[in-house]
């Protein structure tokens, strides 16, 4: 099932991450409450560069997403960067930025292979130039 699932944070601000992730109880309702958010993961395109990067870290932040990932697919390698709320929880301090294998235990143990993505973006760009 896919859908556009927005998070509700006030009467301004409804952002739709990339990829959420949230609390079972609210599985299927849209908008979701923010507080039920336990990670937001933005992909930065062309146009969203400035925006995920900055705008929607500080409105998740205010709001208490407790983790935000940035995947970035345009550089030459893909890149993620991994925020955490910083003492006080208005705020994100960076706890990684890699294009390696990403290991992280927050909001649970997970890992990305990086270097996989990278091969099979850069294949699937290959085969739009043909």
Do not use: C
């Not at 294009?99 to 993505?117: G, M, N, Q, R, Y």
């Amino acid at each position: 099932m896919s859908f556009d699932l927005s998070m509700r944070v006030d009467r301004r601000n409804e952002p739709r991450p990339d990829v959420v992730v949230i609390r079972r109880r609210h599985a299927g309702r849209s908008p979701a409450p923010v507080e039920d958010a336990l990670l937001a993961v933005e992909v930065v395109s062309p146009t969203s560069t400035f925006r995920d990067m900055y705008d929607k870290a500080k409105v998740y932040a205010h709001a208490g997403v407790r983790s935000y990932w940035v995947v970035d697919p345009l550089q030459e390698r893909v890149t993620l960067t991994e925020y955490a709320l910083a003492a006080g929880g208005r705020e994100y301090e960076q706890i990684t930025h890699t294009e390696d294998l990403f290991f992280t235990e927050l909001p649970w143990k997970a890992s990305v292979d990086l270097p996989a993505l990278t091969v099979r973006r850069d294949g699937l760009l290959a085969t739009e130039g043909e």
